[in-house]
Protein backbone atom coordinates (compact mmCIF):
# COMPACT_ATOMS: atom_id res chain seq x y z
CA UNK A 1 0.00 0.00 0.00
CA UNK A 2 1.79 3.40 -0.84
CA UNK A 3 1.45 6.05 1.97
CA UNK A 4 1.36 9.78 1.85
CA UNK A 5 4.32 11.22 3.90
CA UNK A 6 2.12 13.31 5.79
CA UNK A 7 -1.72 14.51 5.61
CA UNK A 8 0.31 17.94 4.42
CA UNK A 9 0.67 15.84 1.16
CA UNK A 10 -1.28 14.88 -1.72
CA UNK A 11 0.64 12.09 -3.23
CA UNK A 12 1.83 9.31 -1.79
CA UNK A 13 5.82 8.59 -1.36
CA UNK A 14 7.10 6.41 -4.46
CA UNK A 15 9.17 3.71 -3.86
CA UNK A 16 12.42 4.73 -4.78
CA UNK A 17 11.47 8.05 -3.22
CA UNK A 18 11.39 6.48 0.06
CA UNK A 19 14.39 4.02 -0.75
CA UNK A 20 16.54 7.00 -1.81
CA UNK A 21 15.74 9.10 1.20
CA UNK A 22 15.67 6.36 3.93
CA UNK A 23 18.56 6.39 6.11
CA UNK A 24 17.65 3.55 8.60
CA UNK A 25 19.48 1.47 6.61
CA UNK A 26 22.62 2.45 8.24
CA UNK A 27 21.62 5.05 10.95
CA UNK A 28 20.16 2.07 12.89
CA UNK A 29 23.38 2.00 14.41
CA UNK A 30 22.29 4.68 16.36
CA UNK A 31 19.80 3.15 18.14
CA UNK A 32 21.23 2.73 21.62
CA UNK A 33 22.23 6.21 21.31
CA UNK A 34 18.92 7.74 20.17
CA UNK A 35 16.96 5.54 23.27
CA UNK A 36 19.47 7.50 25.29
CA UNK A 37 18.76 10.50 24.04
CA UNK A 38 15.20 10.37 24.52
CA UNK A 39 15.43 9.10 27.78
CA UNK A 40 17.51 11.53 28.78
CA UNK A 41 14.46 14.14 27.32
CA UNK A 42 11.72 12.81 28.82
CA UNK A 43 13.56 13.18 32.01
CA UNK A 44 13.97 16.76 31.41
CA UNK A 45 10.25 16.60 29.85
CA UNK A 46 8.73 15.76 33.16
CA UNK A 47 11.26 17.42 35.46
CA UNK A 48 10.10 20.63 33.48
CA UNK A 49 6.22 19.29 34.00
CA UNK A 50 6.05 19.45 30.69
CA UNK A 51 4.69 15.97 30.81
CA UNK A 52 4.01 13.63 33.25
CA UNK A 53 5.14 11.71 35.65
CA UNK A 54 2.73 8.75 34.21
CA UNK A 55 4.10 9.58 30.54
CA UNK A 56 7.53 9.21 31.98
CA UNK A 57 7.16 6.12 33.31
CA UNK A 58 5.50 4.71 30.31
CA UNK A 59 7.99 5.89 27.89
CA UNK A 60 10.59 4.64 30.11
CA UNK A 61 9.11 1.36 30.08
CA UNK A 62 8.52 1.28 26.36
CA UNK A 63 11.92 2.13 25.43
CA UNK A 64 13.89 -0.19 27.88
CA UNK A 65 11.23 -2.81 25.92
CA UNK A 66 12.28 -1.68 22.77
CA UNK A 67 15.84 -1.63 23.66
CA UNK A 68 15.19 -5.55 24.68
CA UNK A 69 13.86 -6.03 21.03
CA UNK A 70 17.01 -4.52 19.53
CA UNK A 71 19.55 -6.16 21.50
CA UNK A 72 17.57 -9.45 20.47
CA UNK A 73 17.17 -8.76 17.34
CA UNK A 74 13.81 -8.80 17.10
CA UNK A 75 12.75 -5.47 16.36
CA UNK A 76 11.70 -4.87 12.76
CA UNK A 77 12.80 -1.97 11.04
CA UNK A 78 11.42 -0.61 7.93
CA UNK A 79 12.22 1.90 5.57
CA UNK A 80 8.87 3.04 5.63
CA UNK A 81 9.68 4.76 8.61
CA UNK A 82 12.40 6.44 7.17
CA UNK A 83 15.48 6.14 9.72
CA UNK A 84 16.31 5.49 13.48
CA UNK A 85 14.53 7.89 14.85
CA UNK A 86 10.70 7.09 13.42
CA UNK A 87 11.42 3.49 13.54
CA UNK A 88 11.60 3.83 17.51
CA UNK A 89 8.69 6.53 17.80
CA UNK A 90 6.45 4.58 15.83
CA UNK A 91 7.11 1.81 17.60
CA UNK A 92 6.55 2.98 21.50
CA UNK A 93 3.69 4.81 20.20
CA UNK A 94 2.77 0.81 19.15
CA UNK A 95 3.75 -0.14 22.63
CA UNK A 96 2.22 2.14 25.47
CA UNK A 97 -0.19 4.94 22.74
CA UNK A 98 -0.88 8.35 23.86
CA UNK A 99 2.51 8.84 26.15
CA UNK A 100 4.47 7.50 23.55
CA UNK A 101 3.12 10.53 20.82
CA UNK A 102 4.40 13.19 23.82
CA UNK A 103 7.88 11.99 23.66
CA UNK A 104 8.46 14.46 20.82
CA UNK A 105 7.61 17.69 22.64
CA UNK A 106 9.93 20.61 22.33
CA UNK A 107 11.96 18.31 19.98
CA UNK A 108 12.96 18.14 16.31
CA UNK A 109 14.96 14.99 14.26
CA UNK A 110 17.40 17.41 13.76
CA UNK A 111 18.55 18.13 17.44
CA UNK A 112 18.14 14.56 18.27
CA UNK A 113 20.64 13.51 15.08
CA UNK A 114 23.36 15.69 16.23
CA UNK A 115 22.88 14.17 19.24
CA UNK A 116 22.94 11.25 18.43
CA UNK A 117 25.72 11.43 16.78
CA UNK A 118 28.12 12.99 19.06
CA UNK A 119 26.75 10.57 21.72
CA UNK A 120 28.02 7.87 19.24
CA UNK A 121 31.23 9.36 18.28
CA UNK A 122 32.22 10.26 22.20
CA UNK A 123 31.79 6.25 22.51
CA UNK A 124 33.93 5.69 19.53
CA UNK A 125 36.86 8.26 20.62
CA UNK A 126 36.71 6.82 23.92
CA UNK A 127 37.41 2.99 22.35
CA UNK A 128 40.19 4.33 20.32
CA UNK A 129 41.52 5.95 22.77
CA UNK A 130 41.66 2.45 25.19
CA UNK A 131 42.87 0.61 21.55
CA UNK A 132 46.16 3.00 21.09
CA UNK A 133 46.77 2.93 24.77
CA UNK A 134 47.44 -0.85 24.03
CA UNK A 135 49.28 -0.58 20.86
CA UNK A 136 51.42 1.82 22.53
CA UNK A 137 52.02 -0.55 25.29
CA UNK A 138 52.73 -3.07 22.77
CA UNK A 139 55.29 -1.06 21.38
CA UNK A 140 57.24 -0.34 24.29
CA UNK A 141 57.39 -4.25 25.15
CA UNK A 142 59.16 -4.61 21.84
CA UNK A 143 61.30 -1.54 22.36
CA UNK A 144 62.44 -2.42 25.80
CA UNK A 145 63.78 -5.78 24.31
CA UNK A 146 65.89 -3.93 21.61
CA UNK A 147 67.70 -1.16 23.13
CA UNK A 148 70.75 -2.77 22.30
CA UNK A 149 69.72 -3.85 19.12
CA UNK A 150 71.35 -1.89 16.06
CA UNK A 151 70.28 -1.17 12.42
CA UNK A 152 70.38 1.02 9.84
CA UNK A 153 68.66 4.40 10.79
CA UNK A 154 67.32 5.77 6.94
CA UNK A 155 67.40 8.59 5.39
CA UNK A 156 65.84 8.74 1.72
CA UNK A 157 65.61 4.65 2.39
CA UNK A 158 69.76 4.85 2.41
CA UNK A 159 71.48 3.87 5.00
CA UNK A 160 72.44 6.70 7.11
CA UNK A 161 73.69 6.92 10.43
CA UNK A 162 73.32 3.66 13.27
CA UNK A 163 70.41 3.94 15.80
CA UNK A 164 68.72 1.43 18.07
CA UNK A 165 66.00 -0.41 16.72
CA UNK A 166 64.13 0.39 20.15
CA UNK A 167 64.64 4.29 19.00
CA UNK A 168 63.23 3.36 15.53
CA UNK A 169 59.84 1.94 17.37
CA UNK A 170 59.60 4.84 19.94
CA UNK A 171 59.41 7.32 17.11
CA UNK A 172 55.62 5.30 16.19
CA UNK A 173 55.09 5.66 20.11
CA UNK A 174 55.20 9.54 20.28
CA UNK A 175 53.19 9.69 16.78
CA UNK A 176 50.62 7.88 18.53
CA UNK A 177 50.77 10.04 21.54
CA UNK A 178 50.32 12.88 19.30
CA UNK A 179 47.29 10.97 17.80
CA UNK A 180 45.53 10.31 20.94
CA UNK A 181 45.75 14.10 21.93
CA UNK A 182 44.32 15.13 18.55
CA UNK A 183 41.18 12.41 19.11
CA UNK A 184 41.02 14.08 23.33
CA UNK A 185 40.67 17.41 21.07
CA UNK A 186 37.76 16.36 18.90
CA UNK A 187 36.25 14.89 22.07
CA UNK A 188 36.02 18.26 23.85
CA UNK A 189 34.53 19.82 21.19
CA UNK A 190 31.98 16.82 20.33
CA UNK A 191 31.28 16.63 23.72
CA UNK A 192 28.42 19.19 23.97
CA UNK A 193 24.35 19.02 23.76
CA UNK A 194 22.50 19.96 20.87
CA UNK A 195 19.60 18.39 22.04
CA UNK A 196 17.12 21.80 22.69
CA UNK A 197 17.91 23.40 19.32
CA UNK A 198 15.00 21.68 18.21
CA UNK A 199 13.94 22.60 14.30
CA UNK A 200 16.92 25.50 14.53
CA UNK A 201 15.23 28.04 16.53
CA UNK A 202 15.04 26.25 20.18
CA UNK A 203 11.52 25.75 21.54
CA UNK A 204 8.88 27.68 23.13
CA UNK A 205 8.31 24.74 26.55
CA UNK A 206 10.31 25.58 29.16
CA UNK A 207 13.15 23.58 28.53
CA UNK A 208 15.98 22.79 30.99
CA UNK A 209 18.57 21.93 28.90
CA UNK A 210 21.79 22.15 30.99
CA UNK A 211 19.93 18.84 32.82
CA UNK A 212 19.60 16.89 29.99
CA UNK A 213 23.66 17.91 29.58
CA UNK A 214 23.81 16.21 33.03
CA UNK A 215 21.95 13.63 32.23
CA UNK A 216 24.09 12.40 29.12
CA UNK A 217 27.24 13.64 30.29
CA UNK A 218 28.21 16.20 28.28
CA UNK A 219 31.09 18.64 29.04
CA UNK A 220 27.90 21.59 27.85
CA UNK A 221 25.37 22.90 26.09
CA UNK A 222 25.79 24.48 22.22
CA UNK A 223 24.99 27.92 22.52
CA UNK A 224 23.88 28.33 19.15
CA UNK A 225 20.69 26.38 18.34
CA UNK A 226 21.15 27.30 14.39
CA UNK A 227 25.01 25.69 14.95
CA UNK A 228 23.84 23.13 16.55
CA UNK A 229 21.77 21.69 14.48
CA UNK A 230 23.67 22.31 11.17
CA UNK A 231 27.23 21.77 11.59
CA UNK A 232 29.16 18.58 11.45
CA UNK A 233 32.74 20.01 11.84
CA UNK A 234 33.24 17.72 15.00
CA UNK A 235 32.91 14.55 12.96
CA UNK A 236 35.29 16.03 10.04
CA UNK A 237 37.76 16.60 12.59
CA UNK A 238 37.36 12.99 14.13
CA UNK A 239 37.61 11.97 9.93
CA UNK A 240 40.36 14.25 10.11
CA UNK A 241 42.58 12.67 13.18
CA UNK A 242 41.72 8.90 11.88
CA UNK A 243 42.80 10.07 8.57
CA UNK A 244 45.90 11.57 10.37
CA UNK A 245 46.22 8.13 12.77
CA UNK A 246 45.98 5.70 9.93
CA UNK A 247 49.07 7.45 7.88
CA UNK A 248 50.99 6.07 11.30
CA UNK A 249 50.03 3.13 10.48
CA UNK A 250 50.09 3.12 7.04
CA UNK A 251 54.56 4.32 6.99
CA UNK A 252 54.83 1.62 9.90
CA UNK A 253 53.00 -1.27 7.54
CA UNK A 254 55.41 0.28 5.12
CA UNK A 255 58.32 -0.07 6.99
CA UNK A 256 56.97 -3.87 8.09
CA UNK A 257 56.48 -4.95 4.60
CA UNK A 258 59.98 -3.84 3.13
CA UNK A 259 61.82 -5.22 6.50
CA UNK A 260 60.15 -8.94 5.82
CA UNK A 261 61.45 -8.98 2.11
CA UNK A 262 64.46 -11.46 1.70
CA UNK A 263 66.41 -8.19 0.50
CA UNK A 264 66.51 -6.81 4.24
CA UNK A 265 65.11 -9.79 6.08
CA UNK A 266 64.86 -7.47 9.33
CA UNK A 267 61.45 -8.86 10.84
CA UNK A 268 59.21 -12.10 10.47
CA UNK A 269 55.35 -11.19 10.41
CA UNK A 270 53.60 -13.70 12.31
CA UNK A 271 51.47 -16.45 9.85
CA UNK A 272 48.57 -15.37 10.94
CA UNK A 273 48.87 -11.72 9.68
CA UNK A 274 50.29 -13.49 6.12
CA UNK A 275 48.49 -15.30 3.60
CA UNK A 276 50.25 -17.31 0.71
CA UNK A 277 49.62 -17.50 -2.49
CA UNK A 278 47.36 -19.89 -4.86
CA UNK A 279 50.66 -20.20 -7.24
CA UNK A 280 53.88 -19.58 -6.23
CA UNK A 281 54.12 -22.48 -3.45
CA UNK A 282 57.34 -20.16 -1.37
CA UNK A 283 55.41 -17.35 -1.18
CA UNK A 284 54.78 -15.73 2.54
CA UNK A 285 52.27 -12.10 1.56
CA UNK A 286 52.39 -9.85 4.13
CA UNK A 287 49.09 -8.88 3.46
CA UNK A 288 48.01 -7.66 6.80
CA UNK A 289 50.36 -4.57 6.23
CA UNK A 290 49.13 -3.75 3.27
CA UNK A 291 45.58 -3.59 4.10
CA UNK A 292 46.27 -1.14 6.94
CA UNK A 293 48.43 0.74 3.87
CA UNK A 294 45.38 0.53 1.40
CA UNK A 295 42.67 1.41 3.99
CA UNK A 296 44.03 4.70 4.47
CA UNK A 297 42.82 5.80 1.14
CA UNK A 298 39.19 4.69 1.87
CA UNK A 299 39.47 7.57 5.07
CA UNK A 300 40.92 10.13 3.57
CA UNK A 301 37.96 10.04 0.47
CA UNK A 302 36.42 10.07 3.45
CA UNK A 303 37.04 13.00 5.25
CA UNK A 304 37.10 14.84 1.60
CA UNK A 305 33.76 13.33 1.02
CA UNK A 306 32.59 15.01 3.95
CA UNK A 307 34.36 18.01 4.09
CA UNK A 308 32.47 18.43 0.44
CA UNK A 309 29.34 17.58 1.69
CA UNK A 310 29.72 20.81 4.30
CA UNK A 311 31.13 23.34 2.25
CA UNK A 312 28.14 24.70 0.49
CA UNK A 313 25.18 24.15 2.71
CA UNK A 314 23.33 27.51 3.93
CA UNK A 315 22.34 27.14 7.35
CA UNK A 316 21.17 25.71 9.54
CA UNK A 317 20.03 21.78 8.88
CA UNK A 318 20.04 20.50 5.66
CA UNK A 319 19.21 16.51 4.29
CA UNK A 320 22.76 16.58 2.62
CA UNK A 321 23.73 15.97 6.32
CA UNK A 322 22.31 12.34 6.31
CA UNK A 323 25.10 11.60 4.27
CA UNK A 324 27.60 11.99 7.19
CA UNK A 325 26.88 8.45 8.55
CA UNK A 326 28.14 5.75 6.38
CA UNK A 327 31.30 7.62 5.77
CA UNK A 328 32.39 8.33 9.54
CA UNK A 329 30.84 4.79 10.47
CA UNK A 330 33.21 3.38 7.88
CA UNK A 331 35.70 5.30 9.19
CA UNK A 332 35.02 4.23 12.77
CA UNK A 333 34.94 0.30 11.52
CA UNK A 334 38.11 0.83 9.77
CA UNK A 335 39.95 2.10 12.52
CA UNK A 336 38.47 -0.34 15.20
CA UNK A 337 40.04 -3.34 13.49
CA UNK A 338 43.20 -1.59 11.95
CA UNK A 339 44.03 -0.64 16.01
CA UNK A 340 42.91 -3.86 17.11
CA UNK A 341 45.09 -6.15 14.30
CA UNK A 342 48.02 -3.67 14.51
CA UNK A 343 48.35 -4.43 18.07
CA UNK A 344 48.45 -7.63 18.13
CA UNK A 345 50.63 -7.93 14.79
CA UNK A 346 53.07 -6.26 17.09
CA UNK A 347 53.05 -8.67 20.19
CA UNK A 348 53.73 -11.05 17.62
CA UNK A 349 56.14 -9.66 15.53
CA UNK A 350 59.52 -12.02 14.93
CA UNK A 351 62.78 -9.80 15.38
CA UNK A 352 65.47 -10.51 13.28
CA UNK A 353 68.62 -8.75 15.08
CA UNK A 354 71.76 -9.77 13.74
CA UNK A 355 70.07 -9.37 10.06
CA UNK A 356 69.99 -5.40 11.37
CA UNK A 357 73.77 -5.17 12.53
CA UNK A 358 74.60 -6.75 9.59
CA UNK A 359 72.94 -4.12 7.36
CA UNK A 360 74.03 -1.11 9.41
CA UNK A 361 77.68 -2.32 9.95
CA UNK A 362 77.25 -2.48 5.37
CA UNK A 363 76.07 0.85 4.68
CA UNK A 364 78.80 3.25 5.74
CA UNK A 365 76.58 3.81 8.56
CA UNK A 366 79.63 5.32 10.68
CA UNK A 367 80.86 8.09 8.64
CA UNK A 368 78.88 10.68 10.13
CA UNK A 369 81.13 9.95 13.58
CA UNK A 370 84.65 10.02 11.47
CA UNK A 371 84.19 13.52 10.31
CA UNK A 372 82.72 14.25 13.72
CA UNK A 373 85.86 12.42 15.70
CA UNK A 374 87.82 15.25 13.10
CA UNK A 375 85.75 18.13 13.99
CA UNK A 376 86.92 16.94 17.73
CA UNK A 377 90.64 17.34 16.77
CA UNK A 378 89.70 20.40 15.11
CA UNK A 379 89.25 20.02 11.67
CA UNK A 380 85.99 22.81 10.35
CA UNK A 381 82.80 20.39 9.67
CA UNK A 382 82.87 20.81 6.18
CA UNK A 383 86.59 19.74 6.06
CA UNK A 384 86.12 17.41 7.76
CA UNK A 385 83.04 16.23 5.50
CA UNK A 386 85.34 16.27 2.43
CA UNK A 387 88.09 13.76 3.70
CA UNK A 388 85.48 11.13 5.04
CA UNK A 389 83.95 11.34 1.35
CA UNK A 390 87.47 10.27 -0.35
CA UNK A 391 87.61 7.97 2.63
CA UNK A 392 84.20 6.52 1.74
CA UNK A 393 85.15 6.54 -2.04
CA UNK A 394 88.23 4.79 -1.17
CA UNK A 395 86.93 1.70 1.29
CA UNK A 396 84.37 1.41 -1.50
CA UNK A 397 86.49 0.66 -4.07
CA UNK A 398 87.86 -2.20 -1.80
CA UNK A 399 84.49 -3.43 -0.86
CA UNK A 400 85.48 -3.32 3.29
CA UNK A 401 83.85 -0.93 5.95
CA UNK A 402 85.92 1.87 7.25
CA UNK A 403 86.38 0.32 10.27
CA UNK A 404 88.21 -2.38 8.09
CA UNK A 405 90.59 0.15 6.78
CA UNK A 406 93.85 0.30 8.79
CA UNK A 407 95.04 3.36 10.90
CA UNK A 408 97.94 4.05 8.27
CA UNK A 409 95.26 4.06 5.21
CA UNK A 410 93.06 6.15 7.23
CA UNK A 411 96.06 8.85 7.94
CA UNK A 412 96.63 9.23 4.42
CA UNK A 413 93.05 11.23 4.39
CA UNK A 414 94.00 13.11 7.41
CA UNK A 415 96.87 13.52 9.78
CA UNK A 416 94.71 14.34 12.62
CA UNK A 417 93.24 10.63 12.78
CA UNK A 418 94.87 8.61 15.58
CA UNK A 419 94.40 5.03 16.95
CA UNK A 420 91.25 6.19 19.44
CA UNK A 421 89.32 6.78 15.59
CA UNK A 422 87.93 3.29 15.99
CA UNK A 423 85.68 3.53 18.55
CA UNK A 424 84.26 6.46 16.76
CA UNK A 425 83.62 3.83 13.93
CA UNK A 426 82.07 0.74 15.50
CA UNK A 427 77.90 0.97 15.65
CA UNK A 428 78.01 1.02 19.60
CA UNK A 429 80.29 4.10 19.74
CA UNK A 430 78.45 5.92 17.60
CA UNK A 431 75.57 4.87 19.12
CA UNK A 432 76.32 5.53 22.53
CA UNK A 433 77.72 9.00 21.84
CA UNK A 434 74.33 10.41 21.04
CA UNK A 435 73.15 10.29 24.63
CA UNK A 436 71.22 13.77 24.93
CA UNK A 437 67.69 13.95 25.10
CA UNK A 438 66.05 12.12 22.06
CA UNK A 439 68.98 10.63 20.72
CA UNK A 440 69.13 7.22 19.98
CA UNK A 441 72.14 5.77 22.62
CA UNK A 442 71.04 3.15 24.82
CA UNK A 443 71.11 5.19 27.89
CA UNK A 444 68.55 8.01 26.22
CA UNK A 445 66.43 5.22 24.89
CA UNK A 446 66.34 4.13 28.09
CA UNK A 447 64.86 7.16 29.53
CA UNK A 448 62.58 7.47 26.50
CA UNK A 449 60.72 4.56 27.29
CA UNK A 450 60.97 5.15 31.18
CA UNK A 451 59.06 8.47 29.98
CA UNK A 452 56.88 6.96 27.69
CA UNK A 453 55.77 4.04 30.56
CA UNK A 454 54.41 7.56 33.04
CA UNK A 455 51.77 8.20 30.13
CA UNK A 456 50.63 4.82 29.60
N1 LIG B 1 17.80 10.92 9.05
C1 LIG B 1 18.07 12.30 9.22
C2 LIG B 1 19.56 12.57 9.21
O1 LIG B 1 20.28 11.66 9.24
C3 LIG B 1 17.48 12.77 10.50
C4 LIG B 1 17.09 14.19 10.51
C5 LIG B 1 15.98 14.42 9.59
N2 LIG B 1 15.47 15.73 9.65
C6 LIG B 1 14.64 16.22 8.76
N3 LIG B 1 14.23 17.42 8.92
N4 LIG B 1 14.28 15.53 7.71
O2 LIG B 1 20.01 13.66 9.15
Not at 148 to 169: N, R, Y
Not at 286 to 310: C, F, Q, S, Y
Not at 355 to 361: C, V, W
Request: proline fraction near 3%.
Amino acid sequence: MVKKWSERFDEPTSEIVKRYSASVGFDYRLAMVDIQGSMAHAQMLSKQKIISKKDLSNIAKGLKQIQKEIDRGQFKWSIDDEDVHLNIEKRLIKLIGEAGKKLHTGRSRNDQVATDMRLWLRGMIDQHLTQLQKLQKNIVQLAEQHVDTIMPGFTHLQVAQPVSFAHHLMAYFEMLQRDKSRLLDCRKRTNQLPLGAAALAGTSYPIDRKYVAKLLKFDGVMENSMDAVSDRDFLIEYNASAAMLMTHLSRFSEELILWSTDFFDFVEISDGFCTGSSIMPQKKNPDIPELVRGKVGRVNGHLVALLTLMKAQPLSYNKDNQEDKEPIFDVADTLLDTLDIFAEMIAKLTVKSENMELAALKGYATATDLADYLVKKGLPFRDAHGVVAKAVKFAIKKSVDLSDLTLIELQKFSKLIEHDVFQSLTLQGSLNSRKHLGGTSPTAVKKAIQKAKLKL
